[in-house]
């Protein structure tokens, strides 16, 4: 007798087929438009194919070309459409490997003349035509020796190292449209034609084979794509807008910072970048001082320690390390340059017998890190090798753990509105990974925790969404992740939350409890800015280079109209940098104009121009950036005005103004 499977759909309705049975028959048993419309489907909450045979009970659901979760299908879809039509228009090219990545998609191809931007919009227009053609996903297993037999006659020797990389007890999964087929994990669509024409090449890089740069280098296409023209549209009208505010390009134009190939990944601050990054330091060490102890870890420890935190298991590959110089045997010892700063937290707290009366114990560093980043991955400020971190351990009592998510939580939120970020924000719980550290018991007490805390957040701002992230916890413990959205529309995440219950035990850490006896602490790692670096690139980007006056580097220019002015305005920069603003003057024998067209490129708020006329009277006219009215005042009244509009959101608050 045939087995059945039982199959639970949306509305709860539950209903038996013969095992085996595909999800294209299911759907053409409901209706013949449920099945046109369909292009996968998801069993348990996982995406398949539509033709995929089910053979066990599970949650159905029918994904339709509109479903959010179709997007990745649409853009996988399209990666192999693009490498069909890189092969039409240029047999002989090699295909390697074509994901999707956030935004989109790219193929990485090997071919002996690299292909530049000016080929994109031929190999648009044969996807066009492939996807007009409308032919069908096909999935089909095969062997492990046809599959490399087949690639090898065809020439893709990628193809056939990417077999030989596949696990012995995986399957060898062939997809194909109409003739053309490649080694893909799927699932796709039903056929090319559900991907639609919303799609659009973006641009041409290089690539090395697997990431090594020992490896052959290959000539990588991104392309976008999605389910309707008007959200195409959109995000290419938002990467022209993000194309302008690109933090490096301002960094220039600001001499802000620069990056160079004698230090690959690591800021090299100008003096206004260094006072912009201050600026932030010293606001966030006034936002801190009330609950935390700022403390300082050493950069490099011995590998020892790093052993013990499992870092050096888990993180190896992303961490520097040197052996010491010393001659002697006993000092031949590898150090590793501090990759986080918790280890080194640990060890503060142990130092000394701790009571449970005197947690929590909140520790703060801004403490440089560095992390191993691939060449091609590093990104301007955006992604770097060695950077600060606002970083924060608190160490406290099960008990004590709500209060203190929504202590932190507070905090987080508070100092975003400050830095201009108000909208849209999202708090997303990340929940246990397959990969862990610690018991059951204590992951499920954790993540009850933070579910609660998280619903609180969620009761207390009805502008904040929530979301549980299944399985992308940390190692050592569920986190909250904070993703903003700055003026353009761009998420990015930046602080954390992260509770650990292993790295204290690890290191042996222990306070004294009520009833004499010796309790492991938990631990909360927290971060606001993140990296320091990424979330000054990030501001910069938000507000175009136009920083509010706060935390401006320099804040106002004091430019001449004539050098008769030249006194009057000496005098009007001491006045203003006794009211703590950063201010300049700008003496140079050129013309005004000159002078004003230069201050607004370099993005100064205040430009306060002096004349003869304005030094007899004691006034200055005041060009505020991105203003075309101006506005004749008293010197006095002038600075007044920017001295007050300059103090920081925190300080303002205290002054109960």
């Given at each position: 007798?045939?087995?059945?499977?039982?199959?639970t759909?949306?509305?709860?309705?539950?209903?038996?087929?013969?095992?085996?049975?595909?999800?294209?028959?299911?759907?053409?048993?409901?209706?013949?438009?449920?099945?046109?419309?369909?292009?996968?489907?998801?069993?348990?909450?996982?995406?398949?194919?539509?033709?995929?045979?089910?053979?066990?009970d599970?949650?159905?659901?029918?994904?339709s070309?509109?479903?959010?979760?179709?997007?990745?299908?649409?853009?996988?879809?399209?990666?192999?459409?693009?490498?069909?039509?890189?092969?039409?228009?240029?047999?002989?090219?090699q295909?390697?490997?074509?994901?999707?990545?956030?935004?989109?998609?790219?193929?990485?191809?090997?071919?002996?003349q690299?292909?530049?931007?000016?080929?994109?919009?031929?190999?648009?227009?044969?996807m066009?035509?492939?996807?007009?053609?409308?032919?069908?996903?096909?999935?089909?297993?095969?062997?492990?020796?046809?599959?490399?037999?087949?690639?090898?006659?065809?020439?893709?020797?990628?193809?056939?190292?990417?077999?030989?990389?596949?696990?012995?007890?995986?399957?060898?999964?062939?997809?194909?449209?109409?003739?053309?087929?490649?080694?893909?994990?799927?699932?796709?669509?039903?056929?090319?034609?559900?991907?639609?024409?919303?799609?659009?090449?973006?641009?041409?890089?290089?690539?090395?084979?697997?990431?090594?740069?020992?490896?052959?280098?290959?000539?990588?296409?991104?392309?976008?794509?999605?389910?309707?023209?008007?959200?195409?549209?959109?995000?290419?009208?938002?990467?022209?807008?993000?194309?302008?505010?690109?933090?490096?390009?301002?960094?220039?134009?600001?001499d802000?910072?620069?990056?160079?190939?004698?230090?690959?990944?690591?800021?090299?601050?100008?003096?206004?970048?260094?006072?912009?990054?201050?600026?932030?330091?010293?606001?966030?060490?006034?936002?801190?001082?009330?609950?935390?102890?700022?403390?300082?870890?050493?950069?490099?420890?011995?590998?020892?320690?790093?052993?013990?935190?499992?870092?050096?298991?888990?993180?190896?590959?992303?961490?520097?390390?040197?052996?010491?110089?010393?001659?002697?045997?006993?000092?031949?010892?590898?150090?590793?340059?501090?990759?986080?700063?918790?280890?080194?937290?640990?060890?503060?707290?142990?130092?000394?017998?701790?009571?449970?009366?005197?947690?929590?114990?909140?520790?703060?560093?801004?403490?440089?890190?560095?992390?191993?980043?691939?060449?091609?991955?590093?990104?301007?400020?955006?992604?770097?090798?060695?950077?600060?971190?606002?970083?924060?351990?608190?160490?406290?009592?099960?008990?004590?753990?709500?209060?203190?998510?929504?202590?932190?939580?507070?905090?987080?939120?508070?100092?975003?509105?400050?830095?201009?970020?108000?909208?849209?924000?999202?708090?997303?719980?990340?929940?246990?990974?397959?990969?862990?550290?610690?018991?059951?018991?204590?992951?499920?007490?954790?993540?009850?925790?933070?579910?609660?805390?998280l619903?609180?957040?969620?009761?207390?701002?009805?502008?904040?969404?929530?979301?549980?992230?299944?399985?992308?916890?940390?190692?050592?413990?569920?986190?909250?992740?904070?993703?903003?959205?700055?003026?353009?529309?761009?998420?990015?995440?930046?602080?954390?939350?992260?509770?650990?219950?292993?790295?204290?035990?690890?290191?042996?850490?222990?306070?004294?409890?009520?009833?004499?006896?010796?309790?492991?602490?938990?631990?909360?790692?927290r971060?606001?800015?993140?990296?320091?670096?990424?979330?000054?690139?990030?501001l910069?980007?938000?507000?175009?280079?136009?920083?509010?006056?706060?935390?401006?580097?320099?804040?106002?220019?004091?430019?001449?109209?004539?050098?008769?002015?030249?006194?009057?305005?000496?005098?009007?920069?001491?006045?203003?940098?006794?009211?703590?603003?950063?201010?300049?003057?700008?003496?140079?024998?050129?013309?005004?104009?000159?002078?004003?067209?230069?201050?607004?490129?370099?993005?100064?708020?205040?430009?306060l121009?002096?004349?003869?006329?304005?030094a007899?009277?004691?006034?200055?006219?005041?060009?505020?950036?991105?203003?075309?009215?101006?506005?004749?005042?008293?010197?006095e009244?002038a600075?007044?005005?920017?001295?007050?509009?300059?103090?920081?959101?925190?300080?303002?608050?205290?002054?109960?103004?």
């Open positions: 007798m045939a087995q059945s499977v039982a199959l759909f949306p509305d709860g309705a539950r209903r038996e087929y013969p095992q085996g049975t595909t999800g294209l028959d299911i759907a053409k048993g409901i209706s013949p438009s449920l099945a046109k419309r369909t292009v996968a489907m998801a069993l348990d909450g996982r995406l398949s194919d539509l033709s995929d045979p089910i053979e066990a599970a949650r159905i659901e029918f994904i070309r509109e479903d959010p979760r179709a997007l990745e299908l649409i853009r996988h879809d399209a990666a192999h459409v693009l490498a069909e039509a890189v092969q039409d228009l240029w047999p002989g090219t295909v390697t490997i074509g994901p999707v990545i956030e935004n989109g998609f790219y193929y990485d191809f090997a071919r002996n690299p292909f530049t931007q000016e080929d994109l919009p031929a190999i648009e227009k044969k066009k035509e492939i996807v007009a053609r409308d032919k069908p996903f096909t999935k089909e297993v095969w062997s492990r020796d046809k599959a490399k037999k087949t690639f090898a006659d065809m020439g893709e020797n990628y193809k056939v190292e990417l077999v030989d990389a596949i696990p012995a007890d995986q399957q060898i999964k062939i997809y194909k449209q109409g003739d053309w087929f490649d080694l893909c994990r799927g699932p796709h669509m039903t056929s090319t034609g559900k991907i639609g024409n919303a799609f659009k090449l973006m641009k041409v890089a290089g690539a090395y084979w697997r990431g090594d740069s020992n490896n052959p280098m290959l000539t990588r296409i991104y392309g976008t794509a999605f389910a309707k023209q008007d959200e195409l549209d959109a995000y290419l009208k938002q990467m022209e807008e993000a194309e302008k505010r690109d933090h490096r390009k301002l960094g220039r134009e600001l802000l910072f620069h990056f160079q190939e004698e230090g690959p990944g690591v800021v090299f601050w100008h003096a206004k970048g260094w006072t912009l990054f201050q600026a932030i330091i010293a606001y966030m060490r006034r936002r801190l001082a009330a609950d935390y102890d700022e403390v300082n870890a050493p950069q490099m420890l011995d590998k020892s320690l790093w052993e013990t935190s499992g870092h050096w298991g888990w993180y190896r590959e992303n961490m520097f390390a040197a052996q010491s110089a010393g001659e002697e045997a006993e000092d031949k010892r590898w150090f590793a340059i501090k990759p986080m700063n918790c280890p080194g937290h640990v060890q503060i707290f142990k130092h000394g017998l701790k009571s449970y009366r005197e947690l929590p114990i909140r520790m703060a560093e801004f403490g440089i890190v560095h992390r191993y980043e691939p060449s091609g991955a590093m990104h301007g400020l955006l992604r770097v090798r060695g950077f600060t971190q606002d970083d924060a351990h608190i160490f406290c009592t099960e008990e004590q753990l709500a209060e203190e998510c929504l202590k932190i939580n507070d905090l987080i939120l508070s100092v975003y509105e400050d830095f201009g970020f108000e909208g849209d924000l999202v708090i997303k719980l990340s929940t246990r990974p397959e990969k862990r550290v610690g018991s059951d018991a204590a992951w499920d007490h954790a993540e009850s925790v933070m579910n609660d805390v619903k609180r957040i969620a009761q207390q701002n009805n502008k904040i969404k929530t979301q549980i992230n299944p399985g992308e916890g940390a190692f050592y413990g569920p986190k909250f992740e904070y993703v903003l959205r700055d003026a353009i529309g761009r998420d990015w995440q930046c602080g954390t939350t992260q509770v650990d219950f292993n790295l204290p035990e690890r290191f042996g850490a222990f306070y004294i409890d009520a009833d004499g006896q010796k309790k492991t602490p938990v631990m909360v790692h971060a606001i800015c993140g990296s320091m670096e990424r979330f000054i690139g990030i910069l980007e938000h507000y175009a280079g136009h920083l509010p006056l706060w935390l401006a580097p320099q804040q106002a220019v004091v430019a001449t109209i004539t050098s008769d002015a030249d006194a009057f305005a000496r005098e009007v920069v001491a006045m203003a940098k006794r009211m703590g603003l950063r201010v300049e003057a700008d003496l140079r024998n050129e013309k005004i104009n000159y002078k004003v067209r230069e201050h607004a490129l370099a993005k100064i708020p205040a430009q121009v002096v004349g003869k006329k304005e007899a009277e004691r006034t200055v006219s005041v060009r505020r950036h991105g203003v075309e009215k101006q506005e004749v005042l008293p010197v009244a600075l007044k005005a920017l001295a007050d509009e300059a103090v920081p959101p925190d300080v303002r608050r205290t002054r109960g103004s």
